[in-house]
């Protein structure tokens, strides 16, 4: 009896160490938080990374149903000592799928600091701190977590206002534009720099989607949260090396540069 007890427990953690893993950045509302209970819903390990103190409130229901597998970490992409000391405690754990998610979009309630005539350019940096720096920080620190992984993919959430090919949508958002459009080119450069080791990289539009800030917009082509990730975790599944340094939609089709 107790050698069948220790195969189950043995059988048991077998299975968990060997669960693919997913590290999702600004997981505590909107795509990220998506993003976790989608995967969390697969049974994969999650573990969600977010800046506030203590567990947010919109990933508590999510740790709750899904207990053994959905781990929440403090780290602030801003904040390289966080970065680092997460990298540090998550030390030879495979990370199959890293999700660079969390950005920033607008600062304060409105986009006037974004809009010629009226640039705030204190809040260029904060921008390109939060939407460029931060990705490559994680990336940096965590790219051997991801190279012991079988999936070895990383994956940028961009947005289709960083293009430069096509006629911007709305005359502002420089800032966030500007940043999203800087953060294609580094994560193109990377997937070059990554493709010998195997590493998949990847960015997305997410589409138009209806989060939680954005709930109450009517704009056509508005998507559901659901739509935009369970898409895109179908894309990432199917994605292979020679997808590396691509820019898609969240349906896999091809975007604008």
Not at 127 to 139: E, Q
């Amino acid at each position: 009896m107790k050698r069948l007890l220790l195969c189950v427990v043995l059988g048991a953690l077998a299975g968990v160490a060997n669960a693919e893993t997913v590290l999702i950045t600004g997981a505590s509302s909107g795509i990220g938080l998506e993003f976790a209970k989608e995967y969390a819903a697969k049974g994969w390990t999650v573990i969600a990374t977010h800046r506030r103190d203590g567990i947010p409130d919109l990933l508590k229901p999510v740790v709750e149903k899904y207990p053994k597998n959905v781990r929440v970490e403090k780290m602030d992409v801003t904040d390289n000592a966080q970065i680092l000391a997460l990298a540090a405690k998550l030390e030879g754990l495979p990370v199959d799928v890293l999700i660079n998610n969390a950005g920033l979009y607008q600062l304060g309630d409105g986009y006037d600091n974004q809009l010629f005539g009226k640039l705030d350019f204190d809040a260029f940096d904060t921008f390109f701190h939060t939407n460029v720096k931060g990705p490559m920080m994680v990336t940096q620190a965590f790219i051997d977590n991801v190279k012991a992984s079988k999936q070895k993919k990383v994956i940028s959430i961009s947005t289709s206002h960083s293009s430069v090919t096509r006629p911007p949508m709305v005359k502002g958002v420089f800032w966030y534009g500007t940043s999203k459009a800087a953060l294609n080119k580094m994560m193109a450069t990377l997937s070059y720099v990554l493709k010998p080791d195997g590493v998949i990289v990847v960015l997305f539009h997410p589409g138009a989607v209806l989060t939680e800030r954005q709930a109450d917009l009517t704009f056509p082509g508005m998507i559901e949260t659901t739509t935009s990730v369970n898409g895109m975790i179908g894309t990432i599944e199917r994605l292979t090396i020679a997808d590396t340094g691509r820019f898609l939609l969240y349906d896999g089709s091809p975007q604008d540069w």
